[in-house]
């Protein structure tokens, strides 16, 4: 009878001492998950209900902060161009413009820099206003850093009011100006001095006519100097300060072209330097003449004074995709492409020995910079080291000569069309011609620096054929 007990017993259970879990069927497995998602959706659902909780509780606090302030402050810092900060006796940020999210100061609720909330606080305490320079790191840079200054004030009795205004630009523009300064100093510092020791020189030898004569000249070179370096200020400031020429006409590149080489030829036959002319006689641009000519002829210096003697500048025109491009290529020491990336700041020189030699001034490649940005164009340079730089002038075209004269002579009403082969495109030979990369573009130049590799990595371009097989023959007989 035991004996029976204990058999059923044990297949009902298991083992003696082992309990077997009993089997859930499927409509117990399904009661289980139903019961699982519905506790899951009830403890979302009040998280929902707890996270909307908390968002109307902190609005319904800032209206309440905000309607403390005295009566029309909201509004006049709606209009403010400063960044505002309204902070309570808390310290906790009341109101906040757009601007101060922007500028970092403010997180959340609360003031994200420490300095400034120290100054809240004695403001607070003393009743007076004070001012606060910071330094802010951009978002999401390590190193760009935003120059803030910050007025805080008490307002009312339980506020203090933070109005901040980004001086990053301000910064940059008055170091440029002390760099320019300082600069300017320095160059007109050398010939002035100069003179003054030949003056001297030339009191001394007086009774010796030859000194005189030899003294007299060095005189004479560095007054020149002098003049040309506050000519080229004079300039620069002039292309800087207009956005475009005052006055403008259609112009024949040919012209721009010829009259910059004629004026270049002196200093360049001074050399035995050939300058070899190929632009094309059709095409016109929209410009003022004589910056333009200036603009050409301060490529055409800049390639004689740093080519060997006895070589030869191209000055060559292009009409590519209805923009002309107008290239100076020299055989001369070329350019590094770090110096390329520094070619068109003011009074940057590649070589500074070389150019107190050749009497530059370190502005003339600002001066084309500006030129050419004047009349909507860009100035691109190609270089190589020791084989010679191609600087590129490109312009919009403005039409060319044939058309302008049809123009003219047409009759009222009668509409001229021109097929897409009568553009009127020459191309230079290959002495003058060449496409270059696009160089740097800080608002800066330099009058005495050969070019070198594009640093911006734009598209690199051949230099002219001719040019640079004749410079490679030249090196191979060295």
């Known amino acids: 009878m035991n004996s029976s007990a204990n058999t059923s017993s044990r297949s009902e259970f298991g083992a003696p001492g082992r309990w077997t879990a009993p089997k859930l069927e499927a409509v117990d497995l399904l009661v289980v998950a139903v019961l699982t998602g519905v506790v899951g959706l009830g403890l979302g659902i009040a998280g929902i209900l707890a996270f909307r909780f908390s968002e109307r509780s902190r609005d319904a606090a800032d209206l309440h902060s905000e309607d403390d302030l005295p009566e029309g402050i909201a509004e006049v810092l709606a209009v403010l161009p400063s960044a505002a900060i309204v902070i309570d006796a808390g310290d906790d940020v009341v109101k906040a413009s757009p601007a101060a999210y922007t500028f970092g100061l403010v997180r959340g609720h609360s003031l994200a820099s420490p300095e400034m909330l120290r100054v809240v606080g004695r403001v607070r305490a003393r009743g007076l206003i004070e001012e606060i320079d910071l330094e802010q790191t951009r978002e999401n840079s390590d190193s760009v850093i935003r120059y803030l200054h910050a007025r805080v004030a008490p307002l009312g009795t339980s506020f203090v009011l933070v109005l901040c205004d980004d001086q990053t630009e301000s910064k940059r523009v008055d170091a440029v100006r002390r760099d320019f300064v300082a600069n300017v100093s320095h160059e007109l510092k050398t010939p002035i001095g100069a003179m003054a020791l030949l003056a001297e020189a030339v009191t001394d030898f007086a009774d010796d006519p030859a000194a005189v004569e030899r003294f007299g000249g060095r005189m004479q070179r560095e007054s020149k100097r002098l003049t040309q370096l506050v000519q080229e200020i004079i300039d620069l400031s002039r292309v800087q300060d207009h956005a475009a020429p005052a006055t403008t006409e259609k112009i024949s590149v040919a012209e721009v072209v010829d009259d910059a080489a004629d004026r270049a030829r002196t200093g360049a036959e001074g050399k035995n330097i050939h300058i ?93 910079k500006h030129i050419v940005a004047t009349h909507g164009g860009e100035v691109r340079v190609w270089s190589q080291l020791n084989k010679g730089s191609t600087f590129t002038i490109v312009l919009p075209l403005a039409g060319t000569a044939t058309e302008a004269s049809a123009a003219d002579s047409a009759p009222a009403g009668v509409l001229i069309e021109h097929s897409a082969d009568s553009t009127g495109t020459a191309s230079a030979d290959d002495d003058g011609h060449g496409t270059a990369a696009s160089g740097a573009d800080d608002p800066a130049g330099d009058n005495d620096a050969p070019s070198g590799d594009n640093g911006d990595g734009g598209a690199t371009a051949d230099p002219p054929k001719e040019l640079t097989e004749e410079s490679e023959q030249r090196k191979l007989t060295t």
Not at 324 to 330: K, Y
Not at 331 to 353: H, N, S
């Open 276 to 368: 070899e002319v190929s632009p094309p006689t059709d095409l016109l641009i929209e410009g003022n003449y004589e910056l333009l000519v200036n603009a050409v002829r301060n490529l055409i210096d800049n390639a004689v004074n740093y080519s060997p003697e006895g070589t030869r500048v191209g000055v060559g025109v292009d009409l590519v995709d209805e923009r002309i491009e107008i290239a100076v290529t020299d055989q001369g020491i070329g350019m590094t492409a770090q110096d390329t990336e520094r070619v068109f700041e003011r009074f940057y020189r590649v070589d500074p020995a070389r150019s107190r030699i050749t009497g530059g001034t370190g502005l003339g490649l600002s001066i084309v």
